[in-house]
């Protein structure tokens, strides 16, 4: 990051980075954690996710009330403003991913019959995909690479065909173990929540490219 004239403003933008940077490791370790609670049926964990997803949501606010004073007091331009301004975006992205995080890990009381449940096992590797993308993205923002942000659009694909495969092998469950229904459809919206992640992923990866670029990546990237 280039030096400014004006100490306080390279201040405040190492400061706006820095919040980011603490969402997003916030954000990384609700996802883990509430997948790991629903499969193995931590109510603790579970709890603990939902109550940490208040802090995700205080830093937001200190990311908005920044950017604004940055805005406000700076008057920032060209590279300066779509730093900022992307750093007011991807705040709300991860604000997003952590009410996901929290909306999985309150599924946990609701699987019946974990032991014997197989489309539960599916789910971890999808969450583990989902979270690689957020951690490689706040990579990509922290770095200002454009090709990084790049490779995380492509690896959303992947996520979704995740998805595909496990709304197809949940709704054969469903027919041939009627009883399972209601856990089933629990995990259905539990592999809805992580597809959202790899798509609010995908948009502060263009974001991060509109950021060090000044242009969104090519649409066949996207």
């Known amino acids: 990051m280039a030096e400014h004239t004006v100490k306080a403003f390279d201040e405040d933008i190492t400061r706006l980075r820095g919040l980011i940077a603490e969402m997003g490791g916030l954000a990384e370790v609700a996802i883990a954690e509430s997948l790991d609670a629903l499969v193995r049926g931590d109510e603790t964990l579970a709890e603990q996710v939902v109550a940490r997803d208040k802090r995700i949501d205080a830093l937001e606010v200190e990311v908005d009330k920044l950017a604004v004073r940055i805005i406000a007091l700076r008057a920032p331009m060209a590279d300066d403003l779509r730093e900022v301004i992307a750093a007011l975006k991807i705040g709300g ?130």
Do not use: C, W
Not at 131 to 153: C, F, K, N, Q, S
Not at 175 to 193: C, D, G, K, M, Y
């Open 93 to 222: 992205v991860l604000e997003r991913i952590g009410d996901y995080s929290k909306n999985i890990a309150k599924r946990t009381n609701m699987i019946e019959g974990r032991a014997r449940f197989e489309p539960l096992t599916l789910l971890p590797a999808m969450g583990e995909l989902a979270g690689e993308m957020v951690h490689d993205v706040l990579t990509a923002y922290a770095a200002r690479d454009p090709d990084m942000a790049r490779e995380v659009i492509a690896t959303d694909v992947k996520v979704d065909g995740f998805y595909n495969s496990i709304f197809r092998n949940l709704v054969s469950y469903m027919v041939e173990n009627p009883s399972t229904i209601s856990s089933a459809a629990q995990l259905l919206f539990v592999a809805r929540n992580i597809e959202r992640i790899g798509d609010h992923a995908t948009n502060v990866a263009e974001m991060v490219h509109f950021a060090a670029t000044g242009v969104y990546p090519p649409e066949g990237d996207r």
